[in-house]
């Protein structure tokens, strides 16, 4: 009895799956929506923490494209990084955008980090 109902079951899903799968998403959708609602503000203060920023910052870079083999490494040294290793001008953490803001100056087309910049010396590379 047993192995016809997880028969039968496993039957519905393979001529459902569609149907299923999107109540599935349409389901996840509204649940993420409604816990991003119920959590807003501790989210908003865990994105304040340094390991909040550290984990913005580094999907910040993966959606751009940036490849290196560890990125937690890669922060360290974006972090320590205090001077642009094109023209040495002291680097600044701002929440607005200036000339020297720090960057990671990566190759677009390989995703590979080249330099810490200023925001000045990242735009002048392209």
């Known amino acids: 009895m047993p192995c016809d109902r997880k028969e039968y079951f496993k039957e519905y899903y393979q001529k459902n799956k569609e149907r299923i799968n999107k109540q599935n998403r349409e389901y996840l ?20 923490t340094p390991a909040g920023k550290k984990r913005n910052r580094i999907n910040n870079w993966k959606h751009s494209g940036v490849i290196f083999f560890d990125f937690d490494l890669l922060y360290e040294i974006y972090i320590s990084t205090t001077h642009c290793d094109n023209c040495g001008v002291e680097l600044t953490e701002d929440k607005i955008t200036t000339p020297t803001t720090r960057c990671i100056d990566h190759d677009h087309e390989t995703g590979e980090v080249r330099n810490i910049l200023c925001n000045s010396c990242n735009i002048l590379r392209g």
């Open 29 to 48: 959708k509204e649940y993420i929506k409604e816990y991003r609602q119920k959590n807003k503000e501790k989210i908003k203060e865990y994105s304040q």
